[in-house]
């Protein structure tokens, strides 16, 4: 919406700065001997708190000549300790993914000849994305509605949206857009919360129960030994609507995790091997942005394109 940037910048600046201060503060105030792991179901739920807190304090600290009529979505990953906690407000979306980086000589070879066979080659699991927060799903609708709010539904396609006055928001959460607040559109992030060790240890479980299907009797022993130079790889990835609507997430998760291909020669201690990954993480990004630039500019015609931004 109108000034919508002007919030966007304010969120991006002053969200981790408050984050990190009152989680120094959490840790500095807590009982010397107390646990401050999260794998402690209290410790979780205080710092769950403690971030929905922040971003609803974020939306009612945003310049007020801004916030009324424009506003920002927030996704945000947090790592603290061996926990993840994934925090969204809006219509951008954050994912958390694993893929398994081997030593196999021959597919790192053909996949650095070709960049599509090495990204269909990737075996990449995304195990938790956050949803898009619109107006039409039941329980946004309903918390809208309530509130006087009226929520409209494309019958032939295209995004639902909050109506108020003059305006149609195509998300039932945001920071800032107070005008829409009256009408139910709130800052309240969804938080998801993920142990590392427990993923990591379902990784390796699956593998195992992979494995022991695809292995006879007399292959076992080789089998055994085919994961002794793998690595699990965990990484995260945020990025605005404007991404999403043309790129499935799939093929994002894909595409990162084929930056961690390490080619033999690098595993090897090669020095003079001029690849160690067979595509860069930025020119990954990059491709992700061009496909999702050029699907706006084919579906307007040119004449628009919305917000395409992705960190990993």
């Given at each position: 919406?109108?000034?919508?940037?002007?919030?966007?910048?304010?969120?991006?600046t002053?969200?981790?700065?408050l984050?990190?201060?009152?989680?120094h503060?959490?840790?500095?105030?807590?009982?010397?001997?107390?646990?401050?792991?999260?794998?402690?179901?209290?410790?979780?739920?205080?710092?769950?708190?403690?971030?929905t807190?922040?971003?609803?304090?974020?939306?009612?600290?945003?310049?007020?000549?801004?916030?009324?009529?424009?506003?920002?979505?927030?996704?945000?990953?947090l790592?603290?300790?061996?926990?993840l906690?994934?925090?969204?407000?809006?219509?951008?979306r954050?994912?958390?993914?694993?893929?398994?980086?081997?030593?196999?000589?021959?597919?790192?070879?053909?996949?650095?000849?070709n960049?599509?066979?090495?990204?269909?080659?990737?075996?990449?699991?995304?195990?938790?994305?956050?949803?898009?927060?619109?107006?039409?799903?039941?329980?946004?609708?309903?918390?809208?509605?309530?509130?006087?709010g009226?929520?409209?539904?494309?019958?032939?396609?295209?995004?639902?949206?909050?109506?108020?006055?003059n305006?149609?928001?195509?998300?039932?959460?945001?920071?800032?857009?107070?005008?829409?607040?009256?009408?139910?559109?709130?800052?309240?992030?969804?938080?998801?919360?993920?142990?590392?060790?427990?993923?990591?240890?379902?990784?390796?479980?699956?593998?195992?129960?992979?494995?022991?299907?695809?292995?006879?009797?007399?292959?076992?022993?080789?089998?055994?030994?085919?994961?002794?130079?793998?690595?699990?790889?965990?990484?995260?990835?945020?990025?605005t609507?404007?991404?999403?609507?043309?790129?499935e997430?799939?093929?994002?998760?894909?595409?990162?995790?084929?930056?961690?291909?390490?080619?033999?020669?690098?595993?090897?201690?090669?020095?003079?091997?001029?690849?160690?990954?067979?595509?860069?993480?930025?020119?990954?990004?990059?491709?992700l942005?061009?496909?999702?630039?050029?699907?706006?500019?084919?579906?307007?015609?040119?004449?628009?394109?919305?917000?395409?931004?992705?960190?990993?």
């Amino acid at each position: 919406g109108p000034n919508g940037e002007i919030v966007s910048q304010y969120a991006a600046t002053t969200l981790p700065n408050l984050l990190a201060y009152r989680l120094h503060q959490l840790e500095a105030n807590a009982p010397p001997n107390s646990n401050k792991e999260p794998s402690d179901s209290n410790v979780a739920e205080i710092i769950t708190n403690l971030i929905t807190q922040t971003f609803i304090d974020i939306d009612a600290l945003s310049p007020s000549a801004a916030a009324y009529t424009g506003g920002c979505t927030a996704s945000i990953v947090l790592r603290y300790g061996a926990t993840l906690f994934i925090a969204n407000a809006g219509d951008s979306r954050s994912f958390v993914a694993t893929t398994t980086v081997g030593t196999s000589s021959s597919t790192q070879q053909q996949s650095q000849q070709n960049r599509s066979a090495m990204i269909k080659n990737t075996s990449c699991t995304i195990h938790y994305i956050t949803r898009e927060d619109k107006p039409h799903l039941q329980d946004e609708r309903t918390r809208i509605e309530a509130l006087g709010g009226r929520v409209s539904i494309p019958p032939t396609g295209g995004t639902s949206r909050v109506h108020y006055g003059n305006y149609g928001l195509a998300m039932s959460r945001s920071l800032g857009d107070w005008n829409a607040g009256v009408f139910g559109v709130i800052p309240d992030p969804i938080v998801h919360v993920i142990h590392a060790q427990d993923l990591r240890d379902s990784v390796l479980q699956q593998q195992t129960n992979n494995e022991e299907q695809q292995c006879t009797s007399e292959e076992e022993p080789a089998c055994k030994n085919s994961d002794a130079d793998t690595e699990i790889v965990l990484f995260v990835v945020s990025g605005t609507d404007g991404l999403f609507d043309y790129v499935e997430p799939q093929l994002i998760a894909d595409t990162i995790a084929s930056t961690f291909i390490k080619s033999s020669s690098t595993i090897n201690n090669n020095d003079d091997d001029d690849g160690s990954l067979a595509l860069h993480l930025i020119d990954a990004c990059g491709d992700l942005v061009l496909t999702s630039a050029n699907g706006w500019n084919v579906e307007s015609g040119g004449r628009y394109r919305d917000d395409i931004a992705i960190a990993v």
